[in-house]
């Protein structure tokens, strides 16, 4: 795990660059109300992505991590389930937005929803597959790939004749995911010698992937709807602030991001009975717990770059960015409890924590951000993080400290 942690840390420095690089790139371009536009709608369709596949390619993940002649099976299972139910979420997602955002036309949601709901899903099954194997190299230099053919897209935004446009960078940002999608997929069946299979997919296959499903379902949800509720409760210009100030701190977690991708195999087959769990995870916690911390106090003091970095009129996500200083340990915590609680099978309790956390936020969200702003907002966010970061690691303790016969 030490060599692939290594590996993926080295992907994940390319693709914070990448990420810092698009995020300042976008928002210089659109301005704060376009990029506040255009990151809430995005985020509603983020948050409905995760049941595209209906939990299929997690699945495949799972078992192709503790049986490796699983994949090629489990790849064409998931691919087959991807075709129809992204095109189905993409039908509902376009209704939900038109009547949710109402400033918002139908050819800027139609590439949204084709982008986010049918494309990106396979870029994900695709590092799964490398990431099933142990490729970590592979599976974090997906995701890598997908950033940069999206900053490409804002590079061509900006030399249309017209000038940058949401609707124009939308159409591009689509082209950016779908020439990723179709190449990445190409190598990695090639790479894997993944090859036809002629099983089908039955009830059975289904159910097992749903589980996956809902806990991937509110996560998504749970790390995008604040966006959408911005934008919603908030309007544009707040919208466009606030994701400006998450994303700033989204790019300090992702080395987090990249070592629970290195982790979460060890951590299935901890789950299966394989390897010891408490060592693992006081390992793990060391690390994320001390990063978060770390990079918590970097962010306070980076924030100030922001109005810099993003032009005057994102002067507000100086405030926020600071505000969200304390979500950073938070979040690189929680992240491996949730982590940890896939793991070890208990995606019912993860799917209820992350459900419940997801109800605060839109209670709080709603009530807050009309009454006081941008603050309102961030307060949302970090009343949702407390109360799912408690929950997580109460199942995580109750799993390993009050049930050792499943982890030895």
């Not at 976008?26 to 409905?48: C, D, K, N, P, Q």
């Not at 078992?63 to 691919?79: G, I, P, V």
């Not at 009830?203 to 499903?213: E, I, N, P, T």
């Not at 962010?299 to 600071?322: H, I, N």
Request: glycine share 12%; net charge positive; hydrophobic share 60%.
């Amino acid at each position: 795990m030490a060599r692939n942690s290594a590996v993926v840390m080295l992907w994940s420095g390319a693709r914070l660059s990448a990420q810092l690089l698009w995020v300042l790139l976008l928002a210089r371009e659109l301005g704060a109300s376009s990029y506040g536009a255009f990151s809430g709608v995005i985020a509603l369709a983020l948050a409905m992505s995760g049941f595209a596949g209906l939990g299929q390619g997690l699945r495949m993940y799972q078992d192709a991590a503790r049986a490796s002649e699983l994949l090629a099976d489990r790849w064409r299972q998931a691919s087959r389930v991807l075709m129809w139910s992204g095109a189905g979420l993409a039908v509902m997602f376009m209704a939900v937005a038109h009547g949710m955002f109402v400033g918002a036309g139908w050819p800027l949601l139609m590439a949204v929803a084709i982008s986010e709901l049918v494309l990106a899903p396979v870029v994900s099954q695709v590092a799964f597959a490398y990431a099933s194997r142990d490729w970590m190299g592979h599976a974090a230099a997906v995701p890598v790939a997908l950033s940069v053919m999206r900053i490409l897209a804002v590079v061509a935004v900006a030399l249309l004749p017209g000038g940058a446009s949401i609707g124009g960078y939308a159409w591009l940002h689509l082209l950016a995911t779908a020439i990723t999608a179709a190449v990445s997929c190409v190598i990695c069946m090639r790479e894997l010698n993944i090859t036809n299979v002629d099983r089908g997919l039955g009830r059975s296959d289904v159910w097992a992937g749903l589980g996956f499903s809902a806990i991937q379902a509110s996560g998504l949800a749970l790390g995008s709807m604040d966006k959408a509720f911005a934008l919603r409760w908030g309007g544009e210009v707040l919208a466009g602030n606030y994701v400006a100030a998450y994303r700033f701190i989204s790019v300090a977690v992702l080395p987090v991001d990249s070592l629970m991708m290195a982790a979460l195999p060890h951590l299935f087959r901890a789950g299966a009975g394989r390897a010891k769990a408490g060592r693992l995870l006081l390992a793990l916690a060391a690390a994320t717990g001390g990063y978060g911390i770390l990079m918590g106090a970097v962010v306070w003091w980076a924030a100030g770059l922001l109005p810099w970095l993003l032009g005057p009129s994102f002067g507000p996500a100086l405030v926020a960015a600071r505000m969200l200083s304390v979500y950073v340990p938070m979040y690189c915590v929680r992240t491996l409890g949730t982590n940890a609680l896939l793991g070890f099978g208990w995606k019912r309790w993860r799917f209820g924590c992350e459900l419940l956390a997801l109800l605060v936020l839109g209670f709080t969200a709603a009530w807050w951000t009309p009454v006081a702003g941008l603050a309102g907002a961030v307060e949302a966010l970090l009343a949702a993080e407390t109360v799912l970061l408690l929950l997580i690691w109460g199942g995580v303790f109750f799993r390993v400290l009050y049930r050792p016969w499943e982890t030895a």
